[in-house]
């Protein structure tokens, strides 16, 4: 069954400098990865997804993702991050079915000045 | 261009109250459907999904129910709300290519039972 872990419950770091939220995933049959973006009192946003291709996928708000099939792993990054990127980060797998999303528990990032 | 719209954004309801929250998709045709409920710590968690009118999945049994009466509606609905209903409630649609589902979400209705 798929299933998906994000190592970290909360990321605090200053802005500008670099972050890295971690995903590992689980799964029996080929992958569908994706992060969504939540902001306070929000509703989801997609930032990323790899379906196929290359294993370095590119989103939105400067954000990038690495497919690393081996390491069974998903991990979001940004090179220098702003106040305003301060949300909640969620990682998420297709079911086997593909017909709905399986999410990890999120990753609350915090940027401060 | 798609969109998704989800009311009320906030409701408080007493416990034993029914309850009605509403989800329509505009722009496409015969969407996936979708019921989440985040609950504070601790993620989301599917409800219901539907492939289209009257074809409803529970994912976990509850005091809640969806319909869809429409091809782009969507209704999470309970008979008596209780405590632990209280929670973050989202709206999801796509279109499916294969097993290729990309899901897009609605703004979320804010629940608290008292």
């Known amino acids: 069954a798929q299933s998906v872990t994000q190592l970290d419950s909360q990321v605090p770091v200053f802005e500008e400098a670099p972050v890295e939220l971690r995903c590992n995933y689980s799964s029996s049959v080929s992958v569908y990865l994706f992060w969504y973006v939540q902001y306070p009192n929000q509703g989801l946003q997609l930032l990323l997804k790899y379906l196929s291709g290359s294993t370095l996928v590119k989103g939105i708000n400067g954000f990038e993702a690495e497919f690393n099939k081996s390491q069974t792993s998903f991990h979001l990054r940004k090179p220098s991050v702003h106040i305003s990127d301060t949300a909640e980060y969620f990682c998420a797998v297709h079911n086997q079915a593909g017909t709905a999303l399986i999410f990890g528990k999120g990753t609350t990032l915090s940027v401060s000045s | 261009s798609q969109t998704i719209h989800q009311w009320p954004a906030t409701l408080v309801q007493p416990v034993g109250s029914p309850l009605s929250l509403e989800c329509t998709v505009e722009g496409t045709s015969n969407p996936n459907l979708y019921w989440y409920r985040q609950a504070a710590g601790r993620g989301l968690q599917l409800l219901f999904y539907?492939?289209?009118?009257?074809?409803i999945s529970s994912e976990v049994p509850q005091n809640l129910s969806a319909s869809r009466p429409q091809d782009r509606q969507f209704i999470l609905s309970s008979k008596k709300l209780l405590l632990s209903d209280s929670g973050f409630y989202l709206c999801?649609?796509?279109?499916?290519?294969?097993?290729?589902?990309?899901?897009?979400f609605g703004a979320g209705t804010r629940l608290s039972v008292l």
């Open positions: 539907s492939v289209g009118i009257g074809q």
């Open positions: 999801a649609w796509s279109v499916t290519s294969g097993r290729k589902n990309i899901q897009y």
